[in-house]
């Protein structure tokens, strides 16, 4: 629930701010995401003191996130409208990808080292606390709006549905949204697995809990150059293509993962760190992919749908691969949580095919 929270807080904001870019100048709608992000992270291992503070700070936290990521994507794609548009985008994502996993890494060695997990966590928000200054230095002298804006007649900057009018939009966005909730899953997952794994060779909780983290931290950071090879690759062989092939693989790595628990740990993390790669490559696509279909005076609203949808989404299946966990015996349950990832892989391949048809449809006629 408190992973889930942050997610919840990105999807709600996303429908009220994102939409304000079609208006408004979006480094400011930027930096004030840098802000709540900053300040909600270091403020949660001070005053987290029970379940509702740490989802209301993780919700907090979300709100900023959505500010920063959706509208440094926009930001992003318009600066490289001319050519290599997706590897611009799979830049900054993966610039955020980096940022995440790197915090893993430096997680599970701080564990190691401090009392408890406060001061550990503490230790991580640190270097967000920079990014006020940074955010603020790239928007001073940027009062000037982008193209998007300057065509942005009749938009008050509330959310519009006319996105969705676009079959291709809205095939785009569910599979962005399985990609979502797949990613999550694995995100929050993954590293319980490993420290399953590692307690049932002999491990004790504590240092079962740190080398997983650790594990999983570099695992997941093989996602930075995967979002970055994905977006080159999309450019030059084409968006739908490069994504059936990468949900392909993450989805065979899901229904793998679980029944790897028991058998030699070996085989555990040289399937995680695939795994970590390709549940990642394909992030930037969708965000580019939305941004090229969207109207250009509605660019903000269709990625605010984008971002609502894909989370709400995300959201719910963390929690549901929990319930899974929690409601199976212990031989099957691991192989039920991944293989339920897998699933979700499955439905976004579904999604990309009808796309891929709907596409071709749309350039016959």
């Known amino acids: 629930m408190i992973f889930s929270s942050y997610l919840a807080g990105y999807a709600v904001s996303s429908l009220l701010l994102v939409p304000f870019t079609d208006r408004f100048n979006p480094y400011r709608i930027l930096i004030i995401g840098v802000v709540l992000t900053a300040c909600s992270g270091f403020l949660f291992p001070i005053l987290a003191e029970g379940l509702w503070t740490a989802c209301l700070l993780r919700f907090i936290y979300g709100v900023g996130h959505v500010c920063v990521y959706i509208t440094g994507i926009r930001l992003a794609s318009y600066r490289f409208a001319r050519r290599g548009r997706a590897t611009a985008v799979s830049i900054f994502v993966g610039s955020g990808y980096a940022g995440t996993t790197v915090s893993y890494v430096f997680m ?34 940027r009062g000037e709006r982008t193209p998007q804006e300057k065509d942005s007649r009749g938009i008050a900057g509330w959310l519009s549905l006319a996105p969705l009018r676009d079959r291709r939009m809205i095939l785009v966005i569910m599979a962005y949204a399985l990609h979502t909730a797949e990613l999550f899953v694995a995100r929050l997952w993954l590293p319980l697995l490993l420290g399953a794994a590692l307690m049932m060779g002999g491990l004790e909780p504590d240092n079962a809990a740190s080398r997983a983290a650790t594990l999983a931290g570099l695992m997941f950071m093989t996602g930075i150059f995967a979002v970055l090879l994905g977006g080159w690759t999309s450019d030059r062989i084409g968006r739908i293509r490069s994504a059936l092939w990468i949900f392909a ?63 709400v989404v995300g959201t719910g299946a963390p929690v549901l691969a929990g319930s899974i ?41």
Request: charged share 10%.
């Open 325 to 365: 966990l929690d409601h199976s015996d212990v031989q099957s349950a691991w192989i039920l949580v991944f293989s339920f990832n897998g699933v979700l892989a499955a439905a976004g391949i579904a999604c990309l095919l009808m796309l891929q048809r709907v596409s071709a449809m749309r350039v016959t006629t």
């Open 249 to 311: 693989v993450s989805g065979t790595c899901s229904f793998l993962a679980g029944w790897l628990v028991g058998l030699p740990f070996t085989y555990l993390v040289a399937l995680g760190f695939l795994y970590g790669f390709f549940t990642a490559a394909d992030s930037a696509i969708y965000s580019t992919t939305v941004t090229e279909l969207a109207p250009r005076n509605l660019v903000g609203s269709a990625q605010a749908l984008q971002s609502f949808i894909g989370f």
């Open 108 to 141: 599970g060695t701080l564990l190691d080292r401090l009392e408890g997990w406060e001061p550990a966590f503490l230790m991580t928000t640190l270097p967000g606390l920079a990014s006020i200054f940074i955010a603020a230095f790239l928007a001073s002298g």
